[in-house]
C-alpha cells in the first residue's frame, strides 16, 4: 500500500472555530495526511510565511484591506503555492476579487464538507505543480534557445520572425528587436532561391507538423550562407525554426581533408625520396669516377655530358629535399605575436610589388586580439606566400587585397583576398598538392609549404574561389583555453 503524502497547510483566521472544524474535517481525508497549522492574526502569518508550506487557507472578510495585502504578500513569496479564500458570504465581487489576486479557488464557509474540501485541495495542488514544472520547462527551453550553438529563431504561420537567439544575430545580423515601428523581418525574405520560398510558405500554408529544406540566406552585409532550416511546428501559430550552417560542415569536412591528404602526400614524399636518393647516389658516384677515370681526349669529347648528368642529378636532389622540407611537420621557435603586427610585417616585405601593380589593400584588423603562440619567422613566410599568390592573380590598377583577422574565444582567423581572376573549381582542389600550379615559372610547392606551416601550428587552411571575382585563403589558428 502506498503511503499517503503529508501536506502542510497555513490556515490564516480569526475565527478559531473554523480553524478547529477545518482541523477535524481533514483529520478523516482518506487520500492525503493534511498537517493543519494556524494563525490568528496576519502578523503571525507573516511570520509563519518563513516555513514551508503545500497549501495555504485565507479566511476572509469583506473590508479586511490587511487580509488582502496577506493574500498579495504570500503570492509574492509563494508564487505557485495553492492559496483557497474562505468567506462567510457568497458574492460575485469576491469572487472576482479572490481571481484578481491569483487565489486558487474560493469556498463559502458551511457550503461544503470533507470530501469536497478534499478534492479542492487536491486539484488546487496539482494545478499549482503543473504551472511551476511548465514555468521550468520554459526557462530551460529558454537557456536552450539563448545558449544553441546554431541559429535558433521562433516565427509565426505567416514566417514574421518574432524572437531570436544570440547566435542568429551574430551570423546574420537580423535582430526583431532593432526594428523601427511598423517594420516587420519575414523569414522568407532571407532565403535567396525562389523555390526555398515557395517550399516555405505552402507548408505554412498547409500547417504541416515538421518539414527540412535547403536554402541559401542573405546576411544583412549581403553575404550568402549555404544552409539546412529544420522547422517544427511548436503551437498553433508559431514554429521553431533550427538553422545549419551547411557551409561550415563543409568547411570542417574540407579542413579534414586536408589534412588526411598533406599526411598520405608526407607518406609518399618519405617513400619517394628514399627510391629516388639511393640510385641518384649511386649515378652521382659513377659519373664522378668517370670523370676521373676517362681519358682526356674522351673528356674533352663528352665531358660536358658527364656535366649535364650532374646537374640534372643536383636538380633531382634538390627538388626531392623541397618536396620533403614541405610535407613533414617542422620545428617550431615559439614566441607571442601579434597576428596584425605579423600581416604588417610580411606586407612590407612585398609593399614595392603591390605598389607597382597599383593594388589597393584593405586592412581590417579586429582590436585588441590576444596575442598568440606562433614561430613568427614561419608565419610570415605563408603569409607572404599568400601575398604573393593574390597580387599575381590581380590585373594592374585594379587589384584590391583585402587582409581580415578577427577571434572567438581561443579561436583565430587570418583571411587573405583577393578580386583576382580566381581558380577553377576542379583546380580548387589540388592546389595544396607538390608541384601543381599553373604558373609558369616556380616549382608548385608554395602553397604546400604554407600549408605546412600552418598545419605544424595545430591549424587549418583553405580556399574558397569564384572564377572573375576572386580568391580568399581562410587561416584558422587556435589559442589555448587560457587565453578565452
Do not use: W
Amino acid at each position: 500500500m502506498l503511503e499517503k503524502e503529508t501536506i502542510r497547510i497555513l490556515y490564516v483566521d480569526e475565527d478559531q472555530e473554523e480553524q478547529t472544524l477545518i482541523a477535524s474535517i481533514l483529520k478523516t481525508a482518506k487520500k492525503n495526511k493534511y498537517v493543519v497549522e494556524s494563525a490568528k492574526s496576519i502578523e503571525e502569518a507573516l511570520e509563519k510565511l518563513k516555513d514551508t508550506y503545500t497549501v495555504f487557507l485565507v479566511g476572509y472578510k469583506p473590508g479586511k484591506e490587511e487580509q488582502l495585502n496577506l493574500i498579495k504578500e504570500i503570492k509574492a513569496l509563494k508564487k505557485y503555492a495553492p492559496l483557497i479564500m474562505l468567506s462567510g458570504i457568497n458574492s460575485d465581487n469576491i469572487d472576482e476579487q479572490a481571481l484578481s489576486l491569483g487565489v486558487t479557488d474560493y469556498l463559502v464557509k458551511g457550503q461544503f464538507d470533507g470530501s469536497t474540501l478534499e478534492r479542492k485541495l487536491q486539484f488546487a495542488i496539482r494545478d499549482a505543480r503543473l504551472m511551476e514544472s511548465l514555468e521550468k520547462t520554459g526557462r530551460k527551453f529558454q537557456s536552450i534557445f539563448e545558449r544553441a550553438a546554431d541559429p535558433f529563431i521562433l516565427m509565426d504561420e505567416k514566417s514574421k520572425v518574432m524572437e531570436v537567439n544570440p547566435m542568429f544575430v551574430s551570423k546574420f545580423g537580423f535582430n526583431p528587436h532593432d526594428a523601427k515601428p511598423g517594420q516587420e523581418y519575414h523569414f522568407h525574405n532571407m532565403l535567396l532561391e525562389a523555390g526555398a520560398k515557395n517550399k516555405l510558405i505552402q507548408n505554412l500554408d498547409t500547417m504541416l507538423e515538421s518539414f527540412d529544406l535547403e536554402a541559401s540566406m542573405i546576411t544583412t552585409e549581403g553575404n550568402t550562407i549555404n544552409t539546412l532550416v529544420s522547422i517544427v511546428k511548436q503551437e498553433e501559430k508559431q514554429y521553431q525554426v533550427l538553422i545549419k550552417d551547411l557551409s561550415s560542415i563543409k568547411a570542417r569536412e574540407e579542413e579534414e581533408l586536408n589534412q588526411k591528404k598533406f599526411t598520405s602526400t608526407g607518406r609518399m614524399a618519405r617513400i619517394l625520396a628514399h627510391e629516388v636518393k639511393n640510385p641518384l647516389t649511386t649515378i652521382v658516384l659513377s659519373a664522378d669516377q668517370m670523370r676521373l677515370e676517362l681519358p682526356k681526349e674522351v673528356m674533352l669529347e663528352s665531358g660536358d655530358l658527364i656535366e649535364v648528368i650532374l646537374r640534372n642529378c643536383d636538380r633531382i636532389n634538390h627538388l626531392v629535399s623541397q618536396l620533403l622540407d614541405s610535407t613533414r611537420f617542422i620545428e617550431l621557435n615559439i614566441k607571442k605575436h601579434s597576428l596584425a603586427t605579423l600581416l604588417e610585417e610580411a606586407l612590407a616585405q612585398v609593399i614595392d610589388r603591390i605598389d607597382l601593380q597599383g593594388i589597393k589593400v584593405l586592412k581590417h584588423f579586429q582590436p585588441e586580439m590576444t596575442d598568440l603562440n606562433l614561430d613568427g619567422e614561419k608565419i610570415k613566410i605563408a603569409l607572404i606566400n599568400l601575398i604573393v599568390n593574390a597580387i599575381e592573380a590581380m590585373e594592374v590598377n585594379k587589384g584590391e587585397l583585402v587582409l581580415k583577422t578577427f577571434q572567438r574565444g581561443n579561436q583565430f582567423r587570418i583571411e587573405i583576398c583577393d578580386n583576382g581572376s580566381g581558380i577553377p573549381k576542379e583546380n580548387l582542389e589540388r592546389i595544396f598538392e607538390p608541384f601543381f600550379t599553373n604558373k609558369t615559372k616556380g616549382s608548385g610547392l608554395g602553397l604546400t609549404n604554407t600549408q605546412n606551416i600552418i598545419f605544424s601550428h595545430g591549424g587549418s587552411i583553405r580556399a574558397k574561389s569564384e572564377v572573375g571575382k576572386g580568391t580568399c585563403f581562410l587561416i584558422n589558428l587556435s589559442g589555448p583555453e587560457s587565453e578565452v
